[in-house]
């Protein structure tokens, strides 16, 4: 096949770690955190980290959409659905993310909320085209790679003059993620996440460029490689870092030159501008109120913010206990540190939001790496 084999051929990623391996300093460690889950999940599907010396240690970012959608904004959606009457469509992953009060979407669904899974935001017009007496509410989650279709639909919405579509809008801002990673307690060469450079995010790149990552490497003097979300790209992107750090540079380069430029797709900026303006602070699961990292909806869009329409107040609720989502997605625990992981917590019954969705830290060790933690005894 054109164009993806040639980015997973193994003679080519061998090449790679032999590079990677002649080219790491002996009294060095490298940690690298992929921002995006897209990355974790290419990581441990191909099996890369086997591939890397051990002085080189991959960190899992927060950048899975699914992962860091706080439940509180999943308890409104619920509400919306079932005491507003609502209609509420989302994408699928979102059904399982645990809630409160041992809920999610999907066992709201089973007690009777009309919730639907739809693949795009312009599905969720048409549930609304097709229900005009409903209430159908759109609810938006993900980072920038998802926020212009949102941002069309409502145009549509506005465009077509709809009186029963909203959108309840959860999207979040990847730079503000990452200067809040950076800016955390314990970020630096003495603190208890170590971060020698970024591998980051591709979708979210072809967006919004690579140019807003310069404030990162030149402010926090940390290397930025944009990478594509192939086994090699990935291979090639720390091999990049490896060269950055050794060569005391901090720059953002972009081995996804295939699909990123350093201004991104301008057209797509332009009609979330139109639609969305920043919010002061949102909640992030794992991360807490982060400053400026998310969007609303425009004051001209207003009849079509969910928020307004149904008068809804935020309320953040705190994680289960014993789940270490947070710290994973901070980068200070790996998902075998936590308790539930693999017994209480699975894919079928995921008690966390990092065990949802394939791109999700504790997921993608779950399918791709948990038997490596296992000792191999002789039979
Ligand atoms: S194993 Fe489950 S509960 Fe534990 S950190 Fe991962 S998602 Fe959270």
Redesign the pocket.
Known sequence: MKYVDEFRDAALARNLAAKIAAEVQPQRRYHFMEFCGGHTHAIARYGLAELLPASVRMIHGPGCPVCVLPIGRIDQAIHLALERGAIVCTYGDTLRVPASGGLSMMKAKARGADIRMVYSAADALKVARANPVREVVFFAIGFETTTPPTALVLRQAKAEGLKNFSVLCCHVLTPAAITHILQGPGVGPAGDVPLDGFIGPAHVSIVIGYAPYVPFALGYQKPVVISGFEPLDVMQSILMLVRQVNEGRAEVENEFTRAVSADGNRAAQAVMDEVFEHREVFEWRGLGEVPDSALRIRPAYAEFDAEVRFGLCYQGVPD?K????GE?LRGRKV?TD?K???TV?TPEN??????VSSE???AAHYAYGRFRDIPVVAA
Not at 322 to 325: E, R
Not at 350 to 355: F, H, N, T
Request: hydrophobic letters at 35%; proline letters at 10%; aromatic letters at 4%.
């Open positions: 289960h014993q789940c270490a989502c994973i998902p936590c539930l992981f693999g917590c995921p008690m966390g939001s990092c065990m999700g830290a504790c």
